[in-house]
C-alpha cells in the first residue's frame, strides 16, 4: 500500500513538472508569435537531453525511473486518445460542409507527391549518399519507409493548431484535418508493410488489412449502440456517467486496435467519427476533449525524455539539406495543387498546403519505428526527425504571412459620405 501510494505521489509530480515545461515552451512559442502546440514540441524533444546534461545519468534514472516514465507514457496516450474523439467528431459535424470529392483531390494532392518524393530521397541515399546511410534493409521496405515519412501529416499537432488559432471550423481547417486523417490511415498501413518487408514477413500486411476492417466493423457497432433510446436516455439524465463510459470505449478501440498492429490515433478517430453529430452528446464528447487536450502535452514531453534522452549524434548536413526541399515540395506543393484542382481559391488552397506540411510526433513516431526495426540508420533518422521539426515550426510563420497577405489583397473600404448616401437615394 505504502509502495502504491509512493508511486502515484512520484507520477503526480513528475507530471506537475511535465505539464510546467509544456506550459513553458507554449509561453515561449506565443511570444514569438507560433502556435503553442510548437513550443510544446520543442520544449519536449529537448526535455530528455536537457534533464540528463542537468542531472547526469544516474541522477536521471533515480529521478524518472522506467516505471515512472511507462506511467506518464500511458497518460500520454490516454490524453492524445481523448483529444482526438473530439476532434473526429467535430469532422463528422461539419463533413456535410466538405463535398467527398473535393476533400478527394485533396487528399490525393496531399500523398501522391508527398510518396514520391519520399522514393525520390531513398534514390539519392542509394545512389549518392555517404556509404553507411542507406544501411542493410531490403531495398523494398527501405523505399516504402522513406515514402511513408514524408507523406505523414500529424493529426494531433495539426489538431493542436487549428484548436489554437481558431480556425478548425475553416474551410481550409476542415479540408486539411479530413485528408489528414485519410491519409494518416493510409500511411499507418504502409508503415505496417514496411515493417512486414523489413523483417521478411509478408502476412503483417495481411494482418493490418484484418485490422482496419475490423475497426470498421466496431466502429459501426458503437455507432448503432450510441443512437439507441437507452444510451439517448442515459446522456441526458447522467452526462458525467455518459462522459466516462464513452471514454472507456474510445480507450478500449484504441488499445486493441493498437495491440492488433495499428496505431491507437486510428482506434481514436474511429470511435469519434461513430458518436451521433447532434443532441447532448456533442457536450458529451466537448468534455471528453477538453480531458484529453489537457493531457497531450504529456506526450511532447515524454517523447522528449524517451526518444531523445540518449542524444541524436552529429548532424547529417547534407541529409537535411536534401530531405527538407523535398518534404516542403512533396507534401505542401502537392496539397496546394490537389486543393487547386478541387477548384478551391489560392488562398484556401496555400493554407492547407502549409497545414498538411506539419509533420510533428507523428512522423517523429513513424521514425522510431523504422529506426527500431533497423530500416532507417541513424544518420537518416537524424536528419529526417530535425525534417519534421523544422516543417512543424514552418506552419505558424506561413499561415501568419498568408494571412497578411490575404489582408492586403482586400480593397480599401469605400469611405462613405453624406453625398453619397444621397446619391444611394435617388
Given at each position: 500500500?505504502?509502495?502504491?501510494?509512493?508511486?502515484?505521489?512520484?507520477?503526480?509530480?513528475?507530471?506537475?513538472?511535465?505539464?510546467?515545461?509544456?506550459?513553458?515552451?507554449?509561453?515561449?512559442?506565443?511570444?514569438?508569435?507560433?502556435?503553442?502546440?510548437?513550443?510544446?514540441?520543442?520544449a519536449?524533444?529537448?526535455?530528455?537531453?536537457?534533464?540528463?546534461?542537468?542531472?547526469?545519468?544516474?541522477?536521471?534514472?533515480?529521478?524518472?525511473?522506467?516505471?515512472?516514465?511507462?506511467?506518464?507514457?500511458?497518460?500520454?496516450?490516454?490524453?492524445?486518445?481523448?483529444?482526438?474523439?473530439?476532434?473526429?467528431h467535430?469532422?463528422?459535424?461539419?463533413?456535410r460542409?466538405?463535398?467527398?470529392?473535393?476533400a478527394?483531390?485533396?487528399?490525393?494532392?496531399?500523398?501522391?507527391p508527398?510518396?514520391?518524393?519520399?522514393?525520390?530521397?531513398?534514390?539519392?541515399?542509394?545512389f549518392?549518399?555517404?556509404?553507411?546511410?542507406?544501411?542493410?534493409?531490403?531495398?523494398?521496405?527501405?523505399?516504402?519507409?522513406?515514402?511513408?515519412?514524408?507523406?505523414?501529416?500529424?493529426?494531433?499537432?495539426?489538431?493542436?493548431?487549428?484548436?489554437?488559432?481558431?480556425?478548425?471550423?475553416?474551410?481550409?481547417?476542415?479540408?486539411?484535418?479530413?485528408?489528414?486523417?485519410?491519409?494518416?490511415?493510409?500511411?499507418?498501413?504502409?508503415l505496417?508493410?514496411?515493417?512486414?518487408?523489413?523483417?521478411?514477413?509478408?502476412?503483417?500486411?495481411?494482418?493490418?488489412?484484418?485490422?482496419?476492417?475490423?475497426?470498421?466493423?466496431?466502429?459501426?457497432?458503437?455507432?448503432?449502440?450510441?443512437?439507441?433510446?437507452?444510451?439517448?436516455?442515459?446522456?441526458?439524465?447522467?452526462?458525467?456517467?455518459?462522459?466516462?463510459?464513452?471514454?472507456?470505449?474510445?480507450?478500449?478501440?484504441?488499445?486493441?486496435?493498437?495491440?492488433?498492429?495499428?496505431?491507437?490515433?486510428?482506434?481514436?478517430?474511429?470511435?469519434?467519427?461513430?458518436?451521433?453529430?447532434?443532441?447532448?452528446?456533442r457536450?458529451?464528447?466537448?468534455?471528453?476533449?477538453?480531458?484529453?487536450?489537457?493531457?497531450?502535452?504529456?506526450?511532447f514531453?515524454?517523447?522528449?525524455?524517451?526518444?531523445?534522452?540518449?542524444?541524436?549524434?552529429?548532424?547529417?548536413?547534407?541529409?537535411?539539406?536534401?530531405?527538407?526541399?523535398?518534404?516542403?515540395?512533396?507534401?505542401?506543393?502537392g496539397?496546394?495543387?490537389?486543393?487547386?484542382?478541387?477548384?478551391?481559391?489560392?488562398?484556401?488552397?496555400?493554407?492547407?498546403?502549409?497545414?498538411?506540411?506539419?509533420?510533428?510526433?507523428?512522423?517523429?513516431?513513424?521514425?522510431?519505428?523504422?529506426?527500431?526495426?533497423?530500416?532507417?540508420?541513424?544518420?537518416?533518422?537524424?536528419a529526417l526527425?530535425?525534417?519534421?521539426?523544422?516543417?512543424?515550426?514552418?506552419?505558424?510563420?506561413?499561415?501568419?504571412?498568408?494571412?497578411?497577405?490575404?489582408?492586403?489583397?482586400?480593397?480599401?473600404?469605400?469611405?462613405?459620405?453624406?453625398?453619397?448616401?444621397?446619391g444611394?437615394?435617388?
Amino acid at each position: 500500500m505504502l509502495n502504491l501510494l509512493a508511486t502515484g505521489a512520484h507520477v503526480a509530480a513528475a507530471l506537475v513538472v511535465v505539464l510546467a515545461i509544456a506550459w513553458l515552451g507554449a509561453i515561449a512559442a506565443r511570444r514569438l508569435r507560433q502556435p503553442e502546440v510548437i513550443g510544446e514540441i520543442i520544449a519536449g524533444l529537448l526535455a530528455g537531453p536537457a534533464a540528463l546534461a542537468l542531472l547526469g545519468h544516474a541522477t536521471f534514472t533515480v529521478v524518472l525511473p522506467a516505471e515512472i516514465i511507462d506511467i506518464l507514457k500511458t497518460c500520454s496516450e490516454v490524453g492524445l486518445i481523448l483529444f482526438l474523439v473530439g476532434l473526429a467528431h467535430k469532422l463528422r459535424i461539419g463533413a456535410r460542409q466538405v463535398p467527398r470529392g473535393t476533400a478527394a483531390w485533396v487528399v490525393v494532392g496531399g500523398i501522391v507527391p508527398a510518396l514520391a518524393s519520399g522514393v525520390v530521397f531513398a534514390c539519392w541515399i542509394i545512389f549518392a549518399g555517404e556509404p553507411g546511410e542507406r544501411g542493410g534493409a531490403p531495398l523494398p521496405a527501405f523505399l516504402m519507409m522513406c515514402a511513408v515519412v514524408l507523406s505523414i501529416t500529424a493529426v494531433p499537432v495539426l489538431a493542436r493548431i487549428l484548436a489554437d488559432r481558431g480556425i478548425a471550423d475553416t474551410r481550409e481547417g476542415r479540408l486539411s484535418m479530413t485528408a489528414a486523417v485519410v491519409i494518416d490511415t493510409v500511411g499507418w498501413l504502409l508503415l505496417s508493410v514496411a515493417v512486414a518487408l523489413g523483417a521478411g514477413r509478408p502476412d503483417g500486411v495481411l494482418r493490418a488489412f484484418a485490422v482496419l476492417v475490423g475497426g470498421l466493423l466496431v466502429a459501426l457497432a458503437v455507432r448503432w449502440a450510441l443512437r439507441t433510446k437507452a444510451a439517448n436516455a442515459l446522456c441526458g439524465r447522467w452526462p458525467a456517467v455518459t462522459a466516462v463510459l464513452l471514454a472507456a470505449i474510445a480507450l478500449t478501440v484504441a488499445f486493441s486496435v493498437e495491440k492488433a498492429g495499428l496505431t491507437d490515433i486510428f482506434g481514436a478517430v474511429l470511435v469519434g467519427l461513430a458518436v451521433p453529430p447532434d443532441g447532448p452528446w456533442r457536450k458529451i464528447v466537448s468534455g471528453v476533449s477538453r480531458v484529453g487536450r489537457a493531457l497531450v502535452p504529456v506526450f511532447f514531453v515524454v517523447t522528449g525524455l524517451t526518444v531523445f534522452a540518449t542524444g541524436l549524434g552529429s548532424l547529417p548536413w547534407v541529409l537535411m539539406l536534401v530531405a527538407i526541399p523535398l518534404a516542403v515540395l512533396g507534401k505542401g506543393g502537392g496539397s496546394y495543387l490537389g486543393t487547386r484542382l478541387a477548384g478551391e481559391p489560392r488562398i484556401t488552397a496555400a493554407k492547407v498546403g502549409a497545414l498538411m506540411n506539419t509533420r510533428g510526433l507523428t512522423e517523429l513516431i513513424v521514425l522510431k519505428v523504422g529506426y527500431s526495426a533497423g530500416i532507417l540508420t541513424l544518420p537518416v533518422f537524424v536528419a529526417l526527425v530535425l525534417t519534421a521539426v523544422v516543417t512543424t515550426v514552418m506552419t505558424g510563420p506561413l499561415l501568419l504571412f498568408l494571412d497578411r497577405g490575404a489582408g492586403r489583397a482586400q480593397p480599401a473600404p469605400v469611405p462613405v459620405t453624406v453625398e453619397s448616401l444621397d446619391g444611394a437615394h435617388d
